[in-house]
């Protein structure tokens, strides 16, 4: 078993930053952040693998945000910037042991770790 823990989440005005984070248990082979609006589905943010090499994005935060992970505190970062309305949402820490091609690389249903999620609220 894999736990996630999220935290750094919180309200920002538009164009402000925050840095989230995802303190993991365990070995895993690739994590990522995922996001849920109110009424919407969740949705693939960013994503990378735990052993090194590239990174993933969602086009609409391609260029504000950046993924990274602290190999030694085995903990996963999401580095936001120039934040809008439409990043409001609860975001959630995802991971496997299962490599996942990348092309799968924002399916949910190929993570089988999930943390229980930090709430962002963006106000304009």
């Known amino acids: 078993q894999v736990q996630l823990q999220e935290s750094g989440g919180g309200s920002v005005q538009s164009g402000g930053s925050l840095k989230l984070s995802c303190a993991a248990s365990?070995?895993?082979?690739?994590m990522a952040w995922f996001r849920q609006a109110p009424g919407k589905e969740r949705e693939g943010v960013a994503a990378?693998?735990?052993?090194?090499?590239?990174?993933y994005y969602a086009d609409s935060v391609k260029g504000r945000f950046t993924i990274s992970r602290d190999n030694a505190l085995n903990t996963l970062y999401l580095q936001m910037n120039s934040l809008n309305a439409d990043d409001t949402a609860m975001y959630y820490c995802?991971?496997?042991?299962?490599?996942?091609?990348?092309?799968?690389?924002?399916?949910?249903?190929?993570?089988?770790?999930w943390g229980e999620g930090t709430q962002v609220t963006v106000s304009s």
């Open positions: 995802a991971a496997t042991r299962n490599i996942i091609p990348p092309h799968w690389i924002f399916q949910e249903r190929r993570f089988d770790y």
């Open positions: 365990g070995d895993t082979r690739c």
């Open positions: 990378l693998y735990t052993g090194g090499g590239s990174t």
